[in-house]
């Protein structure tokens, strides 16, 4: 590393990604600096950024010296060649989901970076939204009892094709939100025993999946994952059952709303749930349901871990290791989709 705190920061790409996710949460973190970015439109990352460096390509990022730590968020078949060049350049990565496009290349990926020594890490941001920390606490604190059913969704009403790479052949809504979903569910219950998948494209000329229904097998536990772009009562986000009570939870955390929005991360009411999750448990021979207050999100949790790790004083946020187990995931529910049949791990 070049210096002490702030560890100096290039963002790759200022698309939507980089200019609404990782420039914001960037520069609120204390101890990180975002000091350059890879853009071809240096007047749009001034517009919300002027002091930044804006670099031509990502060689011209790699050659600085005073660079500590590279953030990929640029169209996903970019991510691996481009993690490769950082890493052989001495620095730090941080890869927007998805890893990469394959498995091979996300291994490949990571084995670099163990041989490089380099901190690498995965942009699963969605472990800090607020739905999914509130559904942590009340399994920690045996609320809900033994799961037995998590159904998880992220639906939307966007039925017309847009000219964009994620709507292109190779790319769809299991690369684009799987990796969400399932980050979610393997940390709250590990790696499933098998996976079923059914994917289809539902939308009038769309080239790319846009649907996916996968369901996780555990012994007693079934997960079902969930994403739709032609769901038009899009409300639910969560149904969650175990033995002493259920959770159910509708609309998306508000973190990626207030980023469009330009409220600064981490000021006054950030991360905070306007639609709060509802606990149901039985009462007598009927049920009793009250509102759960949900935790905050905090999307700024993450680039706080990754000062840390880079510090020395804290664990990587999002490993190499569970974000191939997530790629894993999609490998095998793509593979379970094309031959129609449940899959084991």
């Known amino acids: 590393m070049s ?3 702030p560890f100096k920061v290039a963002l790759v790409g200022y698309g939507f990604v980089g200019k609404v996710f990782h420039a914001p949460l960037i520069a609120a973190t204390p101890g990180l600096l975002l000091h350059t970015v890879v853009s071809s439109d240096p007047a749009k990352v001034h517009a919300d950024h002027p002091n930044v460096k804006v670099a031509p390509d990502l060689d011209a990022a790699l050659a600085d010296a005073e660079i500590d730590l590279i953030v990929i968020a640029t169209p996903d078949p970019l991510h691996a060649a481009q993690a490769h060049a950082a890493l052989d350049a001495g620095k ?7 890893f990469a496009v394959t498995l091979d290349e996300a291994r490949a990926v990571a084995e670099h970076a163990q041989r490089a020594g380099k901190l690498l890490s995965i942009f699963h941001n969605r472990r800090w939204d607020s739905d999914f920390l509130t559904l942590k606490a009340l399994i920690a604190d045996g609320t809900l009892g033994d799961i037995v059913q998590y159904e998880s969704h992220f639906d939307r009403h966007r039925p017309v094709v847009r000219d964009r790479w994620r709507e292109k052949p190779g790319a ?15 940390q709250l219950f590990g790696r499933p025993d098998a996976v079923y998948a ?7 000329g769309g080239q790319a999946p846009d649907y996916f229904h996968l369901v996780l097998r555990y012994p007693r536990l079934r997960v079902l994952l969930h ?20 959770f159910h939870k509708e609309g998306l955390d508000e973190q990626e709303n207030a980023l469009k929005a330009g409220v600064v991360p981490g000021s006054e009411g950030w991360g ?26 905090d999307y700024l949790a993450y680039y706080a871990a990754i000062r840390d790790a880079l510090s ?22 793509a593979r379970s989709a094309a031959e129609g049949r449940e899959l084991s791990l």
């Open 272 to 297: 905070a749930d306007p639609r709060p999750g509802t606990l149901t448990v039985p009462d007598g021979e009927g049920t009793a349901s009250r509102v759960v207050q949900g935790v905050p999100g």
């Open 227 to 246: 994403a739709s772009q032609m769901t038009i009562d899009s409300r639910l986000r969560m149904a969650v059952h175990g033995t002493r009570a259920s």
């Open 172 to 186: 769809g809504v299991l690369l684009d939100l799987g990796p969400h979903l399932i980050d979610q569910a393997l």
């Open 198 to 204: 059914d994917l289809a494209v539902q939308k009038d």
């Open 312 to 333: 020395g004083h804290g664990p990587n946020p999002a490993s190499p290791e569970e974000a191939l187990a997530v790629m894993e995931l999609i490998d095998l529910a």
């Open 92 to 98: 730090a990565v941080v890869i927007d989901k998805p």
């Open 3 to 5: 210096s002490p705190l």
